[in-house]
C-alpha cells in the first residue's frame, strides 16, 4: 500500500470521528471497508500521535489546542455544507461588500458566491481567495501576516488589523463548536480574537455552523447563538436556543440534511 492511501484512510478516520463523536473498530471497518486488524492499526498509530483515544473498544477524538487538519474537515458533513452554502448565497446580494472568515464551511460558501457580480471581499483564508478567483468584477483583499501552512489561512494581530481597516455589510464566519447552552466555542483564544475582529467590521454577522459541531466540548468560548444576526445550520435548535435567538432578533436558518 502506499504511503498516501495510509495517510487518506486515516484522514477518513478522523474525519469520522470528528462527525460521529465516537466509533468502535467495527464501526469504522464497515465505513472504510476495511478489516478489523487494519482499522486497530490505524487507531493504535493516531493513539500514539494523540490525535485519538481508545477506551472500552470505542475511538472517539482526543480533546485538542487545534482543529483537525483542513483536509479531513472537507469531509465531515460536506453535503450539509453545501446546503448553508446556497442559504448563504440568496443572502448576499450583487455588489456586497462582504468578509469571510477562515474554514471548510466558509470556503464552500465563497464557491457559490463566486456567482455574485461585483463583490468586495476582505479576507484571511486563501481557500476563500481561490474560490473567488473567477467571480465576475470581484475585488479582492487578503489579510497579511504569517500563514498557517496546514490551513492555508492568516490568524495573527496583523490580520486583525486588517479586518479593522473596513467597513463591510455583511461578515461570514464559522466557529469550533457549539455547547448545548448555545455558547459559542472554539479551540483557542487565536481563533476567537480572529472571529471577533471578522464580525466586528460588518452590519450583519452571519455564523455557519455544522451539526457536527453541536454539542461539542471546547475550552475558549466567545458569546452564544443569539448575539449574532444570522445562524445558518443544519443542526435542529432546541427550543430554548431558538426563543433566545428570536428574543434578541437573531434570524435562524435550518438548512435540510441530506437523507
Not at 495510509?6 to 478516520?13: N, S, T, W
Not at 472517539?60 to 489546542?65: C, D, I, S, Y
Not at 486563501?126 to 467571480?135: I, T, Y
Not at 463591510?168 to 487565536?190: K, P, R
Amino acid at each position: 500500500m502506499k504511503r498516501s492511501d495510509l495517510d487518506i484512510r486515516r484522514d477518513q478516520i478522523v474525519a469520522l470521528l470528528a462527525e460521529n463523536g465516537s466509533l468502535s473498530a467495527q464501526e469504522l471497518c464497515q465505513r472504510l471497508k476495511v478489516s478489523v486488524q487494519t482499522i486497530r492499526a490505524d487507531l493504535r498509530d493516531l493513539d500514539e500521535a494523540s490525535l485519538v483515544q481508545r477506551r472500552n473498544g470505542v475511538a472517539r477524538l482526543r480533546q485538542q489546542a487545534e482543529n483537525i487538519g483542513y483536509l479531513p474537515r472537507l469531509t465531515v458533513s460536506h453535503s450539509e455544507k453545501h446546503q448553508i452554502a446556497q442559504a448563504i448565497q440568496h443572502l448576499v446580494p450583487h455588489g456586497a461588500r462582504v468578509a469571510l472568515g477562515t474554514g471548510t464551511t466558509v470556503a464552500q460558501c465563497a464557491r457559490l458566491l463566486a456567482t455574485r457580480q461585483d463583490l468586495l471581499v476582505a479576507t484571511n483564508s486563501l481557500h476563500a481567495v481561490m474560490a473567488l478567483q473567477h467571480a465576475p468584477g470581484a475585488r479582492v483583499e487578503m489579510a497579511g501576516g504569517s500563514v498557517r501552512l496546514r490551513d492555508l489561512d492568516v490568524i495573527s494581530p496583523a490580520s486583525i488589523e486588517f479586518f479593522a481597516r473596513y467597513r463591510m455589510e455583511q461578515a461570514i464566519f464559522s466557529c469550533g463548536g457549539v455547547s448545548q447552552s448555545g455558547a459559542v466555542l472554539d479551540y483557542n483564544t487565536e481563533e476567537i480574537t480572529a472571529r471577533q475582529a471578522i464580525a466586528a467590521c460588518a452590519k450583519q454577522k452571519i455564523l455557519v455552523v455544522d451539526s457536527a459541531k453541536f454539542d461539542r466540548d471546547l475550552p475558549c468560548q466567545m458569546q452564544h447563538l443569539w448575539d449574532y444576526d444570522v445562524v445558518v445550520t443544519g443542526a435542529e435548535l432546541s427550543e430554548s436556543l431558538r426563543k433566545k435567538c428570536a428574543a434578541s432578533g437573531c434570524r435562524t436558518i435550518q438548512v435540510a440534511l441530506p437523507q
